[in-house]
């Protein structure tokens, strides 16, 4: 018995229904992933930045790098 969503996993009717929310669940999953998808083809198409800006400049991590060899 499933007291949450309220149907009996140990009969047929409950094994389907149980099916049935499981494939609800992974088509609404795959929609979302094709939204984000579209998204970002839209934004790169727009020629968006994407992602997080860069917090530290590579050229300082190189120098810094070069001073803490020695």
Known sequence: ???RE????STDVGKLMLTMLASLAEL???NIKARQMAGIAR???EEKALG???QIDDNKVV???EVSKY
Do not use: N
């Open 6 to 9: 309220g149907f009996d996993l």
């Open 1 to 3: 018995m499933s007291p």
């Open 43 to 45: 934004a790169k198409s």
């Open 52 to 54: 997080r800006q860069k």
């Open 63 to 65: 120098q810094e790098r």
């Open 28 to 30: 609404e999953h795959k």
